[in-house]
């Protein structure tokens, strides 16, 4: 009997190990059933095998109250020799198998805690064999033994995963930070007293401690994203990273899969499992700029999130949930674009729990001085010039200027002084700037201009003025053509169009495809 069971099982391990099993103990002991289950809440069972008459039966669950089973799973050997259908009246499995006997043993792991049973039952009575019993406890231990191994490889395969899961999020956190690293901001402080500026610093002050959505409007180059720096940093969450992501710089088909990440073949290219902004974010906060470009049907996911703080990676069903709170910005006008149904209005409503307004620069002059003197510091010194100052001509000439492009735009004029600069005091060459830009020469559309057109109107004076009939279009068509000229049809780059126009290359191109501008240099006249 010990060299049959013994020699069938002695080769395997696992599944195959428990199969054989019970398929040599119910020839070995002349019984028409067998089965080996494992029981880890002290509740409920569940077959690894099971041997029915002539062959292997379906695996199944069964809750041990009321059954034979549930003393064997106490500790304790428990033999029925006969009635056991009247013995144990609530288990209807017994009356549809048709045995009458029963002969239970515990499997236990290596510090004596029992984790699952052995039991082989009869169609005919069963007298007491106590070569049978020491049998059954002997394969009972071989078996407790397979099925911690088993308990184990799960867990240290669960581990594993966690650990590569763990390493995939921080060499992704790692390439994020790198590349915040590399980025220039567009200054590292706050700088100005203005009346405009305190009451929004203000409002900073008041919802940056607790994890209320925040929607910053503005028009470009405000500083939208310094202050949604400020947010975080004065916020529970500054330990957790600050994740930026410029939704206008990100092509429709990616955006899903650089917000919610992807896993390994979900798409052509899907090579590896990407780790998504808003799961590098969990903890910390998420910066989403430019969040009216985003596709309507992406705009379905991150309202989920806003809700439920829970969404799956493109192509796969399991659901991650995270703890992140939303920091959005835009310089367009969102109602208009949920009134022309470019934008969800549920969304909107969901961003828009803090609205907060970036003042333009032509309504915080008073900035302007100190704003040119830190960016005069920090290119002079990046640059390796003496530049101490500003001459009085010029500082009157950006004081009176209206400054479309707002403090980016003042931060390039500096840059390109600075860069041109020949003594100790910033002049700036009058073709550089128009000596006279009164506020009503600037389109006062605020938050809701287009980066475009925002963009067409930094460099007055770059490219011919198109007649007053023309439409919107026509004059944005005109005007990049214009500069393209002065690149000769360079896009990116520190000599490209788009950083005259102050715009991603990206943004950029999207416009000329529109717009049919072509792309190829040579093709530029």
């Not at 199969?19 to 002349?30: K, M, P, Q, T």
């Not at 943004?507 to 006249?525: A, C, D, F, N, Q």
Request: with cysteine.
């Amino acid at each position: 009997m010990l060299r049959t069971v013994t020699e069938g099982t002695a080769s395997v391990t696992g599944s195959d190990f428990f199969s054989l099993l019970v398929r040599h103990l119910a020839l070995a002991l002349s019984v028409s059933h067998a089965f080996v289950a494992e029981c880890r809440d002290g509740r409920r069972a569940r077959s690894l095998a099971y041997w029915n008459g002539d062959r292997f039966g379906e695996n199944f669950e069964f809750d041990i109250a009321g059954t034979p089973c549930q003393n064997v799973l106490q500790g304790e050997t428990c033999l029925y020799s006969e009635n056991l259908q009247r013995l144990f009246p609530d288990d209807k499995g017994l009356v549809d198998l048709g045995v009458e006997s029963y002969l239970g043993v515990p499997l236990f792991d290596s510090s004596r805690r029992v984790i699952g049973h052995l039991a082989v039952l009869d169609t005919k009575s069963m007298p007491e064999d106590s070569q049978a019993i020491t049998v059954l406890k002997i394969f009972a231990a071989r078996a407790g033994a397979e099925l911690e191994r088993q308990h184990t490889a799960e867990a240290l395969q669960r581990s594993y995963e966690e650990i590569a899961a763990l390493k995939a999020r921080l060499e992704a956190e790692n390439v994020y930070l790198q590349e915040e690293i590399r980025t220039e901001h567009n200054f590292v402080e706050i700088v100005g007293n203005s009346p405009a500026l305190l009451a929004v610093l203000r409002k900073v002050e008041q919802i940056a401690p607790t994890d209320a959505t925040v929607l910053i409007l503005g028009e470009t180059g405000t500083g939208k994203e310094l202050i949604a720096r400020a947010i975080h940093d004065r916020s529970p969450r500054k330990e957790r990273p600050l994740v930026k992501v410029n939704c206008s710089a990100i092509s429709a088909g990616l955006v899903e899969s650089e917000l919610f990440g992807h896993v390994k073949g979900a798409f052509t290219g899907a090579i590896d499992r990407r780790v998504g902004r808003f799961e590098l974010a969990d903890g910390g906060t998420i910066f989403l700029d430019e969040i009216g470009e985003l596709p309507l049907e992406t705009q379905v996911k991150l309202l989920r999130v806003l809700q439920e703080q829970e969404f799956e990676p493109v192509g796969s069903s399991r659901t991650v949930r995270v703890n992140v709170r939303i920091i959005a910005a835009t310089n367009r006008d969102l109602e208009q674009a949920v009134q022309a149904g470019r934008f969800r209005s549920d969304l909107f409503y969901r961003l828009n729990v803090f609205p907060l307004l970036m003042p333009p620069l032509r309504e915080r002059r008073s900035d302007i001085p100190s704003l040119a003197a830190f960016f005069l510091e920090r290119f002079s010194r990046k640059f390796g010039k003496t530049v101490e100052g500003v001459s009085q001509a010029t500082m009157r000439r950006l004081s009176e200027y209206a400054w479309p492009g707002n403090i980016r735009e003042l931060q390039n004029i500096v840059e390109r002084g600075v860069v041109l600069s020949q003594g100790s005091l910033l002049t700036l060459d009058p073709n550089l700037l128009p000596t006279e830009t009164s506020d009503s020469q600037v389109t006062r559309s605020g938050p809701q201009e287009t980066t475009a057109g925002a963009a067409s109107r930094s460099h007055p004076g770059a490219g011919t003025s198109p007649s007053n009939g023309a439409s919107l279009e026509e004059v944005e068509r005109e005007h990049i053509l214009s500069v393209l000229k002065q690149t000769a049809g360079i896009v990116e780059g520190p000599r490209g169009a788009a950083r005259i126009l102050n715009l991603h290359p990206n943004t950029l191109r999207s416009r000329m495809k529109k717009l049919g501008i072509p792309t190829k240099r040579h093709e530029i006249s």
